[in-house]
């Protein structure tokens, strides 16, 4: 069991998620929307609230043969949404195999970037590899100040962030209507983020009187527990204060849209789960299964796997 579940069940204060949740949420719905690929721990940055651990240290990533699998899957099923994540998604050794590929199968295709890869030899070419596949970009920018981002991220993140930003608008991106580009805010520590919509038009004037930069849309995201952020509030005694936060947050509003009823998520070794942070606590479907398993079958709902990191997505706003 992952260490940070292990805390959970420590939590006695804290209902289980599953108790807080309508009966018929608890499942998946009989169709999948959205391909979630995480396909490498590879990453040029060593963020401070990672919920996978990612960073230069990691070597995993996804091959061609699950790649393949995963798309012939996304196919199969008619799937809405190829959603590709990382650590940097970039790093992995068939990335622009996989864009490319998931292009010609999905029409709504997104790539989630620091930004900063592109900045490194070998990766420079990538915002017009990008702009050419006419993918959407959703961009981790934790905030609009330089001490703020730099504090998450490490000195001299924010700037490479704008340079790389000023590019894309160049190419068209959040100005094109065909070319999305989207940010995340995630907060720097263990508090919550302000209201999305505020927080939005905050951003955008501050990046367009100060930078010039123009964007699409803001989503503000409340850290998952998991991973670095989790152990982090392990080793500064908070996660009791932090869950119970999340727990008092709790919109019951939110769980019928709540993401892990319509996706799965696919990890670089092939491994299926319900959501990217089930993926970080190592909470595999509950009979577990790889992406080769789902290839030439029909697609039935199943029970979703929960525990107390589920608080995450369904406080406030919501985080799916």
């Known amino acids: 069991?992952?260490?940070?579940?292990?805390?959970?069940?420590?939590?006695?204060?804290?209902?289980?998620?599953?108790?807080?949740?309508?009966?018929?949420?608890?499942?998946?719905?009989?169709?999948?929307?959205?391909?979630?690929?995480?396909?490498?721990?590879?990453?040029?940055?060593?963020?401070?609230?990672?919920?996978?651990?990612?960073?230069?240290?990691?070597?995993?990533?996804?091959?061609?043969?699950?790649?393949?699998?995963?798309?012939?899957?996304?196919?199969?099923?008619?799937?809405?949404?190829?959603?590709?994540?990382?650590?940097?998604?970039?790093?992995?050794?068939?990335?622009?195999?996989?864009?490319?590929?998931?292009?010609?199968?999905?029409?709504?295709?997104?790539?989630?970037?620091?930004?900063t890869i592109m900045l490194d030899e070998g990766y420079r070419h990538l915002p017009a590899f990008y702009a050419e596949k006419g993918v959407e970009l959703v961009c981790s920018l934790p905030h609009y100040r330089a001490k703020d981002v730099d504090k998450v991220r490490g000195d001299g993140t924010f700037i490479a962030c704008i340079e790389v930003l000023h590019k894309l608008n160049d190419l068209g991106y959040g100005r094109n209507p065909n070319l999305v580009l989207n940010m995340v805010y995630n907060p720097a520590g263990a508090f919550f983020p302000p209201n999305q919509e505020s927080m939005e038009a905050e951003y955008k004037v501050r990046l367009k009187e100060d930078f010039d930069i123009e964007f699409n849309s803001l989503f503000t995201l409340y850290n998952n527990p998991m991973g670095r952020f989790g152990q982090f509030l392990i080793r500064s005694r908070n996660m009791e204060k932090y869950m119970t936060k999340l727990y008092d947050a709790f919109n019951e509003e939110t769980v019928e849209s709540m993401m892990c009823r319509y996706q799965i998520s696919v990890d670089h070794d092939g491994t299926v789960y319900d959501c990217d942070f089930n993926l970080a606590a190592e909470l595999p479907l509950i009979e577990p299964a790889t992406i080769h398993d789902f290839v030439g079958k029909p697609y039935r709902a199943r029970k979703i796997m929960m525990d107390k990191h589920c608080y995450a997505c369904t406080a406030g706003a919501g985080s799916s």
């Open 1 to 115: 069991m992952n260490d940070i579940i292990r805390e959970f069940h420590k939590l006695n204060s804290i209902p289980a998620f599953q108790t807080m949740v309508d009966p018929q949420y608890l499942s998946t719905v009989d169709y999948c929307d959205v391909l979630q690929m995480n396909i490498t721990r590879k990453c040029n940055l060593v963020c401070k609230h990672c919920h996978v651990d990612a960073g230069p240290h990691r070597k995993e990533e996804m091959s061609r043969d699950t790649i393949d699998a995963c798309m012939s899957f996304a196919k199969e099923q008619k799937v809405r949404t190829i959603d590709i994540t990382g650590g940097a998604p970039e790093l992995c050794t068939d990335f622009e195999y996989l864009v490319s590929r998931a292009t010609e199968i999905c029409e709504h295709v997104i790539v989630r970037t620091n930004l």
